[in-house]
């Protein structure tokens, strides 16, 4: 999957989450430690270091949510990490993101921490990230 249709695959979730330019979807994995994890429906990205992973970004195609495509494009993306050596997965999620929130849940993440205000949104509002981990082992 290239940058250029990761940002067209995140414009179409209409959520309130910041879309990322085709530029910055190209750093990440253009890095030696980027986990792509893709299908027609969406993608998950992050990176491994050492024994440790992180989930940068999930998207899933807006009118494909909620059909477990997420769930599935998490699972391969932490079995990749796994592979890379990765012993535990982090992530960040916005306080209000409720489906996000749930399929890390139940996919076995626990909360470990918040940063205060840490997402400005679209309307100038700022919420806090809750950071989740979760072991790959
Ligand atoms: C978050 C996202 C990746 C989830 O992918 P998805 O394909 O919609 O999710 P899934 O179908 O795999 O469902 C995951 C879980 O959501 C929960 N869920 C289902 N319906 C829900 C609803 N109406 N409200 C809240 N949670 C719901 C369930 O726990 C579900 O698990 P289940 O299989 O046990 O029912 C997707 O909604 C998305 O792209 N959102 C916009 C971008 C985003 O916010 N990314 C996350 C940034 S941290």
Same mark, same amino acid.
């Given at each position: ?17 910041? @879309? ?8 990440? +994995?253009?890095?030696?430690?980027? +986990? ?11 990176? /491994?270091?050492?024994d440790?992973?992180e989930?940068?970004?999930? +998207? /899933?195609k807006?009118?494909?949510? #909620? ?8 699972h391969g ?15 960040? @999620?916005?306080?209000?993101n409720?489906?996000?929130k749930? #399929? ?9 921490g ?24």
């Amino acid at each position: 999957m290239t940058p250029d249709q990761m940002r067209e695959l995140h414009l179409t979730t209409r959520d309130n989450t910041r @879309v990322w330019t085709a530029q910055e979807y190209r750093t990440v +994995i253009n890095d030696p430690s980027a +986990i792509l994890f893709s299908g027609e429906n969406g993608f998950a990205v992050g990176r /491994v270091v050492h024994d440790e992973a992180e989930l940068l970004m999930i +998207i /899933v195609k807006h009118d494909q949510q #909620l059909r477990g495509f997420g769930r599935g494009y998490l699972h391969g993306f932490e079995m990749e990490c796994h592979k890379r050596g990765a012993k535990t997965c982090f992530l960040e @999620v916005a306080a209000n993101n409720n489906t996000a929130k749930s #399929l890390y849940y139940s996919s076995g993440y626990q909360q470990t921490g918040t940063r205060k205000l840490y997402y400005h949104m679209n309307n100038n509002q700022r919420l806090d990230a809750l950071i989740f981990k979760k072991n790959l082992v």
